[in-house]
């Protein structure tokens, strides 16, 4: 399974990155293999403020709806349009085309609780 | 938590086990849509030992079950197969069945793995024929073999091969490598194939030759998933869902085995006084509209904003490619085309009634 050094985790298998203030929020691939085929992503409104550790997504398999929790409270900045036409970029590319939401409004150091690469590979077992 | 014949095999294979009617069964194995896909374009195979298998027996075997079930199981010749349902004193349904006739005194009836001992107890409570039930249930594995692939699968079987003349709803005994095996043309996807009853220390040997036969003909392993999304395009009915000991049988939609020509049954008094009233509410099929999924145990709303029932299932399903789902609403809603509103997380998204059923093969 693949897990990116440069970002962070939670336990709830969101990964999160931070680039000039804004967080960008998804799912690992761990995540995307557990869930199975996503067949529609529900995202949050733009403007909408999130709590850490809050649901603020939903994932929708065929067999099952899955939230999506925030890693870090924020403000929602931008959503990923491109999924509504094909969800699947969550499973083939969870760190890159796949990605969920933007936040901004942040405290970057709700950062540093968060899980590192190594300590989320331990978490999932590998 | 109770494990079938096939529990090992399902892990060799690497199937998703997850807890149902107190079962450890697959989920999935490749995935619910590649497994929906191949039943649907060429076979799926299925572990349904969780079902249940209850042997009636006796001359009063036939009027035990007329007054204890809402089919007319006396329309059935040897050899045949009725759907079916158990209802109880208020018109609901305690379970749907499928009720196989040996002979005028011999039957054999597959009921739900979550209420096989709750149906044995109640035919043990309301049998004032007399008959004789047995719940053979632990005796018993059980395979389904479903898709446009399923007969030519069992072709290639010494044996099994016997039951590809089989019609719709019809079953036999054949053997199979000297092991007696009930096969039946029945199934709960849309697609054509056969429910195999085995004795339960035969059934991985059953599933091992079927596997085999199926590997050039696309046959893939299929979970409970697939098993879902597959019967709700077909639009057929899941107790706990569109079925339930509290929900009218005639709003769920089973009207058509409700036979009111024949004599007393549980339930029959409800539902004629039902009838004559004017029964409320009907079970629709619907397509949502808005972008989003419907699932089960939703509000679902009128255009005006009236509360008109409830969703009993919905998925975005394979086939069908869209998001879709039944409920059970206000018959003045239920007409195809109508409008309706069904509740998710709080937003309400559009949905339009549509005829059923979703898929037909």
């Avoid at chain 1, 969550?90 to 936040?103: C, E, R």
């Avoid at chain 2, 009027?63 to 158990?86: E, P, V």
Wanted: charged share 20%; hydrophobic share 40%; aromatic share 8%.
């Amino acid at each position: 399974m693949s897990i990116p050094a440069e970002l962070k985790y939670t336990k709830d298998h969101e990964w999160i990155k931070l680039e000039g203030g804004v967080a960008t929020v998804g799912v690992t691939e761990f995540a995307q293999s557990e869930l199975g085929e996503i067949v529609f992503a529900d995202l949050p409104a733009i403007g909408k403020q999130v709590t850490a550790g809050s649901p603020f997504c939903v994932l929708e398999s065929t067999k099952a709806a899955s939230d999506v929790y925030a890693p870090i409270a924020g403000t929602v900045k931008a959503v990923n349009a491109a999924l509504s036409d094909d969800p699947t970029k969550v499973n083939t590319s969870p760190y890159g085309d796949g990605w969920l939401a933007k936040l901004e409004g942040i405290d970057e150091s709700e950062l540093t609780a968060l899980m590192t690469a190594e300590q989320y590979a331990k978490h999932i077992g590998q | 938590m109770k494990v079938t014949p096939l529990y090992e095999k399902h892990k060799a294979l690497g199937g998703k086990i997850v807890t149902f009617a107190g079962w450890e069964l697959p989920v999935q194995y490749a995935g619910v849509i590649p497994e929906h896909t191949a039943t649907r374009t060429a076979a799926g195979l299925f572990d349904v030992s969780h079902m249940g298998e209850i042997f009636v027996t006796g001359p009063e075997a036939e009027a035990a079950i007329m007054y204890l079930t809402s089919n007319n199981i006396s329309t059935l010749t040897d050899g045949k197969a009725q759907y079916g349902a158990i209802l109880n004193e208020k018109g609901g349904v305690v379970d749907d069945i499928i009720v196989y006739r040996y002979s005028k005194e011999r039957y054999l009836i597959c009921v739900n793995a979550s209420n096989a001992d709750n149906d044995f107890a109640w035919f043990t409570k309301h049998n004032k024929h007399n008959a004789k039930f047995e719940n053979k249930s632990a005796e018993y594995g059980q395979i389904a073999l479903q898709g446009p692939n399923a007969q030519k699968i069992i072709e290639q079987i010494p044996g099994l091969r016997d039951a590809a003349a089989l019609t719709y709803f019809h079953f036999k005994e054949v053997s199979v490598a000297g092991v007696t095996v009930i096969a039946a043309r029945t199934g709960y996807t849309g697609e054509d194939g056969f429910e195999f009853f085995i004795p339960a220390s035969q059934t991985v040997d059953i599933w091992n030759l079927l596997l085999e036969a199926g590997a050039s003909l696309g046959l893939q392993p299929c979970g409970l998933g697939a098993r879902d999304s597959l019967r709700l395009e077909a639009c057929y009915p899941l107790h706990g869902h569109e079925l339930g000991e509290e929900i009218s049988a005639l709003e769920s939609g089973l009207g058509w085995v409700i036979k009111f020509d024949k004599g007393d049954f549980i339930g029959k008094t409800a539902l004629e006084a039902e009838k004559s009233a004017g029964v409320k509410r009907s079970l629709v099929g619907f397509f949502v509209t808005d972008p989003g999924i419907v699932r089960e145990n939703e509000k679902v709303f009128s255009a005006d904003g009236k509360e008109i029932g409830k969703t009993t299932s919905g998925t975005k399903t394979p086939t069908i490619g869209k998001s879709l789902g039944l409920a059970i609403i206000d018959k003045s809603h239920s007409a195809v085309g109508s409008k309706i509103f069904c509740e998710v997380r709080g937003k309400k998204l559009q949905c339009e009634v549509v005829q059923k059923p979703f898929y037909k093969r």
